[in-house]
C-alpha cells in the first residue's frame, strides 16, 4: 500500500516519545494518529480502518502484549509493531507469539522504525507469509550445527550470553563466536530480524 493510504497509530505512555515519533513519520508522509493509553486506543480500535499500530511495551495501564492479545481476541486485526527497551527480548517474543508483526528495540533509527511499518502495512493488502520466504529460512535454519541451534534458542529466549555460556558449559566468548555465526548464516542484520525468522519457521521458545 501507498503511504497516504493507511494510518500510523501511536500508543506511549510517554508524551515526548510519542510526540516525536509522531513528527518524525508525518515529516515523512505518513497519516499519524496518537493515543496517550493501551485502554483508550483498544476503545477506538474497532473503528481503525487500514491501519497500523505502533505500540510501546512497557506501559502502566496495559502492556504491549496484553493489548495485541485483546485485539486479537475481539477480532479486530490490526497489523502491530512493538518498541521494547533493552533486555525485553522475552516479551517481545510473547508479542510476536501474539501477533506483533515485528519488535524494535531502543533507542531506533528512523529508517528502522519506517520499513518496520511498511513491512505491517503489506498485511493490509492481505498479503501472506511468502512460502518462498519461509523455505529459505527454513534452509538457513537446517544449516546450523546442533550448538548453534542451542545458541540460537536461547538468544530467541532472551537469555544473555553469560547465561548462555553457563548453561551450555561453554566460554562467554565462544558464544558471541556461535551468535556471530548464526547470525551470518541466518543472514540477519539485527536481533529482532534474526527473532522474526525464527518465530516465523516455528523455531521460537516454548
Do not use: W
Not at 505502533?54 to 481476541?73: A, F, N, Q, W
Not at 553457563?166 to 558471541?176: F, G
Amino acid at each position: 500500500m501507498q503511504t497516504g493510504d493507511y494510518t500510523i497509530h501511536i500508543v506511549d505512555d510517554e508524551e515526548p516519545v510519542r510526540k516525536s515519533l509522531a513528527f518524525m513519520l508525518t515529516m515523512n508522509g505518513f497519516a499519524v494518529r496518537m493515543h496517550e493509553t493501551a485502554s483508550s486506543f483498544l476503545q477506538f480500535a474497532p473503528s481503525v480502518r487500514n491501519g497500523v499500530l505502533v505500540t510501546d511495551l512497557r506501559m502502566p495501564d496495559m502492556t504491549g502484549v496484553e493489548l495485541i492479545r485483546k485485539l486479537t481476541t475481539s477480532r479486530t486485526g490490526i497489523p502491530s509493531i512493538v518498541i521494547t527497551g533493552h533486555g525485553d527480548v522475552p516479551m517481545a517474543v510473547e508479542a510476536m507469539k501474539a501477533g506483533a508483526v515485528d519488535f524494535i528495540e531502543k533507542p531506533f533509527g528512523d529508517t528502522v522504525i519506517i520499513e518496520a511499518i511498511q513491512r505491517a502495512a503489506e498485511l493490509l493488502s492481505d498479503k501472506t507469509l511468502d512460502t518462498d520466504d519461509l523455505a529459505e529460512v527454513q534452509t538457513r535454519l537446517d544449516s546450523l550445527s546442533d550448538r548453534e541451534r542451542q545458541v540460537l534458542a536461547a538468544v530467541v529466549a532472551g537469555l544473555p550470553n553469560k547465561s548462555i555460556a553457563y548453561d551450555l558449559d561453554i566460554s562467554p566468548r565462544t558464544v558471541e563466536v556461535h551468535r556471530a555465526n548464526v547470525m551470518a548464516k541466518m543472514k540477519a542484520k539485527s536481533l529482532p530480524q534474526l527473532v522474526r525468522m525464527a518465530i516465523a519457521a516455528g523455531f521460537g521458545p516454548n
